[in-house]
């Protein structure tokens, strides 16, 4: 089955810098990678997706890059401000109603 | 106007007893999910159902039983609460448009269940 995983555990950045988070998957079939966003006492909300049939997708200061043939995918967020400090999450699923599997998450801390 | 709603927000109860998660959402979805996020926050699927289908059962215990009797509303049975039961449970549900399973899920807001 599918495995992800996921690094840093936490990352520490200053306000204004921009944070990368890495994961890499081993299902070679899988073709969706959401990126949720967990804040303290709530649900994962959706902050950013791809697919395997695109290489990059930008939303405002996140945008999120995926290598297949390496099988791993990044999200960057530029500009960090105190509010993008939460639990971050990617996943990886394939068709077929597979299960959708989630890498282990990165505490993101920005200090003003 | 709540997508995805659960009750209650917090659980707290003896070990032994029977509990239920209930799980709404409003956003016209056909499938719906458990998921189970422990003191680590690793986040794992539990079930999931399309149009009151069972159609991912992971290796979950027994005593956890999902009963959907609308697809709008997905309901998590207990039985014989246990120590290692403490988590959160989060309820997700997705539309179908990719029709493979791939479709965003969307996730409540948790149950912090806490079994003493």
């Known amino acids: 089955g599918e495995n992800v995983e996921q690094h840093p555990s936490t990352l520490s950045v200053q306000e204004g810098d921009s944070a990368v988070i890495k994961c890499t998957y081993s299902?070679?079939?899988?073709?969706?990678f959401p990126w949720y966003k967990q804040e303290l006492g709530k649900g994962p909300q959706l902050i950013i997706d791809?697919?395997?049939?695109?290489g990059e997708k930008k939303d405002q200061r996140i945008a999120v890059t995926l290598n297949k043939t390496a099988k791993h995918f990044s999200l960057h967020i530029t500009e960090t401000q105190p509010e993008d400090s939460a639990v971050y999450f990617c996943?990886?699923?394939?068709?077929?109603?597979?299960?959708?599997?989630f890498g282990t998450g990165t505490r993101l801390l920005v200090s003003p | 106007d709540t997508a995805v709603s659960q009750t209650p927000k917090y659980l707290v109860t003896q070990m032994g007893n029977d509990k239920s998660i209930k799980c709404e959402q409003n956003?016209?979805?056909?499938?719906m999910y458990w998921y189970k996020q422990d003191s680590k926050k690793f986040l794992k699927i539990m079930f999931s159902?399309?149009?009151?289908?069972?159609?991912i059962n992971e290796t979950v215990p027994n005593r956890f039983s999902p009963k959907s009797p609308d697809k709008a509303h997905l309901n998590l049975h207990i039985n014989s609460l246990e120590l290692g039961d403490s988590a959160v449970y989060f309820c997700?549900?997705?539309?179908?448009?990719?029709?493979?399973?791939?479709?965003?899920?969307?996730f409540g807001p948790g149950t912090r269940l806490t079994v003493l």
């Open positions: 159902y399309n149009n009151k289908e069972l159609i």
């Open positions: 956003l016209g979805h056909d499938t």
């Open positions: 791809i697919r395997s049939n695109v």
């Open positions: 996943a990886a699923i394939r068709g077929g109603f597979q299960k959708l599997v």
């Open positions: 997700a549900s997705s539309p179908w448009v990719a029709g493979d399973g791939t479709d965003t899920q969307y």
């Open positions: 299902d070679s079939a899988s073709n969706y």
